[in-house]
C-alpha cells in the first residue's frame, strides 16, 4: 500500500462514497418531489421546478463523481 501524498483511497472507499451521494440525491428528490407535489398546483410550473430541480441533482452527481474519481 502507498503512503504518502500520492496515495488515494482504494477502489472500494470511492465505489461506496458514491452509492452514498447516490442515496443523498435520491433522498433529495424525493422529498422535492413531495414537496412540489403538495404546495405547487399549476402543472406547468411544477414540471419546471422539477425539471430544474432534476438538472441541479444531475450536476450534483456528476461533479461529486468526478471529485471523487479524481477525473
Given at each position: 500500500m502507498k503512503s504518502g501524498a500520492d496515495s488515494s483511497p482504494p477502489n472500494i472507499t470511492k465505489v461506496f462514497t458514491v452509492l452514498t451521494l447516490v442515496s443523498i440525491l435520491a433522498h433529495a428528490w424525493i422529498g422535492m418531489w413531495q414537496v412540489l407535489t403538495d404546495y405547487i398546483k399549476p402543472l406547468a410550473l411544477r414540471l419546471i421546478l422539477q425539471l430544474?430541480?432534476?438538472v441541479a441533482l444531475v450536476?450534483?452527481?456528476v461533479y461529486g463523481t468526478l471529485v471523487v474519481w479524481g477525473a
Open positions: 430544474v430541480i432534476v450536476v450534483y452527481l
